[in-house]
C-alpha cells in the first residue's frame, strides 16, 4: 500500500510540474513590430502575443 501511496504522490508532482510551465515572456513581435508580453508554454509549441494576440513564432511567408 505504501508503494502505491508513493507512486501517487510522485505522478501527482509530475502532473503539477508540467501543468505550471506556462510563463509571461517579453520578447520582439514581428506583427506589432516591438517588444510584447507573450504567454508561452514551449511544451506545447504555445506561443502568443498579448498585443495583437496572434503566434509571433509562426511561418508568416506562406501567407504572400
Sequence with gaps: MRTVQRFTH??????????????????HCPRCDE???WIVHAWQG???CLRC?????ADDNSEG
Design 10 to 27: 510522485r505522478l501527482a508532482g509530475l502532473f503539477q510540474a508540467v501543468s505550471i510551465n506556462v510563463r509571461t515572456h517579453w520578447h
Design 53 to 57: 494576440g496572434t503566434n509571433p513564432v
Design 35 to 37: 517588444n510584447t508580453p
Design 46 to 48: 504555445y506561443y502568443r
